[in-house]
């Protein structure tokens, strides 16, 4: 089991930046993909970002490419997402998910993670709000 505990959720306006934090109560760098997901009310939930092997290999969504960065510090089992450039779209309950598939390099990975059912633990996710 991992417990997750998210922080670093907020309202701010259209271009500003937010940082996220996910706490992991073990480590899972080293075994399996963490990542970051979202839901917007009436929306299913999206795959936003995701890292294996402390950055070894990474994930994002099309929507958040060269605006989101995830990053992982292994001595603090903390998972981060660094967000700039926020856009009112990106307005969301942002979740943290860990024990997800590792890569195969095949070319699959990047489906894979992106799918919120392919991680078995979750956070109980942080509000992040962007106004025009």
């Known amino acids: 089991q991992v417990q997750l505990v998210e922080s670093g959720g907020g309202s701010v306006q259209a271009g500003g930046s937010l940082r996220l934090s996910c706490a992991a109560s073990r480590d899972t760098a080293n075994s399996d993909s963490m990542g970051w997901f979202r839901q917007a009310p009436g929306k299913e939930r999206e795959g936003v970002a995701a890292?294996?092997?402390?950055?070894?290999?990474?994930y994002y969504a099309d929507s958040v490419k060269g605006r989101f960065t995830i990053s992982q510090d292994n001595a603090k089992n903390t998972l981060y997402l660094q967000m700039n450039s926020l856009e009112p779209e990106d307005t969301a309950t942002y979740y943290c998910?860990?024990?997800?598939?590792?890569?195969?390099?095949?070319?699959?990975?990047?489906?894979?993670?992106?799918?919120?059912?392919?991680?078995?633990?979750w956070g109980q996710g942080t509000q992040v709000t962007v106004s025009s």
């Open positions: 998910a860990a024990g997800g598939p590792r890569p195969l390099y095949d070319g699959t990975w990047n489906a894979r993670v992106s799918q919120a059912g392919n991680f078995r633990y």
């Open positions: 890292i294996y092997a402390i950055g070894r290999d990474t």
